[in-house]
Structures are given as structure tokens and as C-alpha cells.
């Protein structure tokens, strides 16, 4: 089936540095991909929406500058965050649609920021 | 804004013993409803959907309905396993505001021997 893959699983990194996240899509083409955001004991929340070729739109709150996402190919996107804080910390999750009511997530990045 | 709410876990069953995990909605016109499941150290994968009122979704013993009169679509399974021990996730989908998934909190299950 569809399998997204998501790097690194873990990442610490220090204050003021920027960390890359990588979400692949190993068998398919992923035109529009997903990020989320979780906290301890909170639901997943979408952060933006990405489609291949063209900007990604951000959900209201989440500062693009920040968080900046590449969806430059079918079976890549990125997703930076940039001179990271440790509010940063958190887990990310990015998910593709593939077709009609489905999606697949890849197994997230703990991000912790020191 | 759409929204979704489940009960808050963690759920702690004996093996065997009949599970419900509720999940209530919010949401303009009609979306479609969804229950995802989260094994430790593995992605979100879909367990069940129902895209209209009335219908019921069904997997690996899983069964959830999507009732429009009450704005829910709880979870049951009548014989609970060690191994169905997860979080399990309530999401909608609505045309009206994207296609993006919008999730409840999620409910943690451990099911004991």
C-alpha cells in the first residue's frame, strides 16, 4: 500500500539552529501533502497544506517563515523549522492523500529543542 | 469551526471485555467521519470510515456509526485483544473547510491479559 516515510523520528537540536524534516512517498505520487503538529495530550493540528509545485497554505496562527515547507517534487516534501526555540518542541506528522477518503501519515519526528 | 471531541483516556481493559470509546462532532454541512489507529512507534493508520449519515464503518472486529441526529460516531469492539493497545484517534473530514483531516485528542487503550 501507500507508505509515506518520515525522517528523522527524533532530533534534538539547539536554540537557534534550523531542523529538516523529510516526508518521501515510496510508491506513489503525492500531490498534496499534509503537516501536523501534536502536543503532549492534545489532537493533531494541521499546520498547512502543501501541493507539488506551488506554495503551501498555511493554517491561521502558523507563521510561514518559520515553518517553511518544499513540496518540490511528487515524492518529497520538507518541512524546516527555522532558528528552532524550544517552544518548537513538539511531534510532527506529515500525511498524503491518496484518492478519495484516504490518506497515509508518516510515523512522525520528535523535535526537541534544547 | 468544525471540531472534533473523544473521551479522555487513558482506557484500561481486561482482555476480552467489550469497548466503546465515544467521539462527538461539530461541523457544518457533511462531512465525512473517521477513526484512525496509533501503534507504538508506527504512522496513523486508518481503521474505519462512514462518509454519510447512517453508515456504519467496520474493521478488524471495529465498528463505529455515524449518527447525524446526535453528532457522533463512537467506537465500540465487543471483545477487546492485548494487541489492539493504541491511540485511537476520532477525525473529520469537510469539503466546506479542505480536505485536510481534523483530529480529536485521541484515547490511549491498554488492554491487559
Known amino acids: 500500500g501507500a507508505v509515506v516515510s518520515q525522517h528523522p523520528s527524533r532530533v534534538i537540536c539547539k536554540s537557534g539552529t534550523s531542523v529538516k524534516i523529510e516526508c518521501r512517498s515510496l510508491?506513489?505520487?503525492?500531490?498534496?501533502m499534509f503537516w501536523y503538529r501534536q502536543f503532549p495530550k492534545q489532537s493533531l493540528m494541521l499546520m498547512a497544506t502543501s501541493n507539488e509545485g506551488s506554495k503551501a497554505t498555511y493554517e491561521q496562527g502558523v507563521e510561514k517563515d518559520k515553518f517553511l515547507i518544499n513540496h518540490a517534487s511528487l515524492t518529497l516534501s520538507t518541512l524546516t523549522v527555522t532558528s528552532a526555540h524550544p517552544e518548537d518542541s513538539s511531534f510532527y506528522i506529515c500525511?498524503?492523500?491518496?484518492?478519495?477518503?484516504?490518506?497515509?501519515f508518516g510515523s512522525g519526528t520528535r523535535l526537541t529543542v534544547v | 469551526g468544525d471540531s472534533v471531541t473523544q473521551m479522555e483516556g487513558p482506557v484500561t481493559l481486561s482482555e476480552e471485555a467489550f469497548l466503546t470509546i465515544n467521539c462527538t462532532y461539530t461541523a457544518t454541512g457533511y462531512p465525512s467521519l473517521f477513526w484512525y489507529v496509533q501503534y507504538p512507534g508506527e504512522g496513523l493508520q486508518l481503521l474505519l470510515k462512514a462518509t454519510k449519515a447512517d453508515d456504519k464503518g467496520s474493521n478488524k472486529g471495529f465498528e463505529a456509526t455515524y449518527r447525524k441526529e446526535t453528532t457522533s460516531f463512537h467506537l465500540e469492539k465487543g471483545s477487546v485483544q492485548v494487541s489492539d493497545s493504541a491511540v485511537y484517534f476520532c477525525a473529520l473530514r469537510n469539503s466546506n473547510s479542505g480536505y485536510a483531516l481534523n483530529f480529536g485528542k485521541g484515547t490511549s487503550l491498554l488492554v491487559t491479559p
Open positions: 500525511s498524503a492523500s491518496i484518492g478519495d477518503y484516504g490518506y497515509t
Open positions: 510508491d506513489f505520487q503525492a500531490t498534496t
